[in-house]
């Protein structure tokens, strides 16, 4: 989790590929970062909702009023950059 101009950022890494999501679980807040990461998808350890890292996309059932914010990724040399 690093924080990008005041807002906490999760950036996963996944084939070879960074993406980056708001850390604050759409659900109640708790860290996305610090859930458990499997794949592509990361399980929120408070209430084990799960999101697609790739798009954000609450995974449990089909309503985007709970997908997580995502954010743009570039790699720039060694650095991983977060358009916010
Ligand atoms: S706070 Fe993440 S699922 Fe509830």
């Keep these: 989790m690093f924080v990008v101009n005041d807002v906490m950022v999760g950036v996963f890494h996944v084939g070879g ?3 980056a999501l708001d850390n604050r679980c759409p659900h109640a807040g708790a860290s996305l970062a610090g859930g458990i990461f499997e794949g592509d998808t990361i399980r929120c350890r408070i209430h084990h909702w799960r999101f697609c890292v790739r798009d954000g996309k ?3 059932e ?3 009023r709970w997908n997580a914010r995502t954010f743009p990724v570039r790699v720039v040399g060694e650095d991983v950059q977060v358009e916010l």
């Design 58 to 60: 609450y995974l449990d």
């Design 17 to 19: 590929k960074f993406f």
């Design 62 to 64: 089909d309503n985007a």
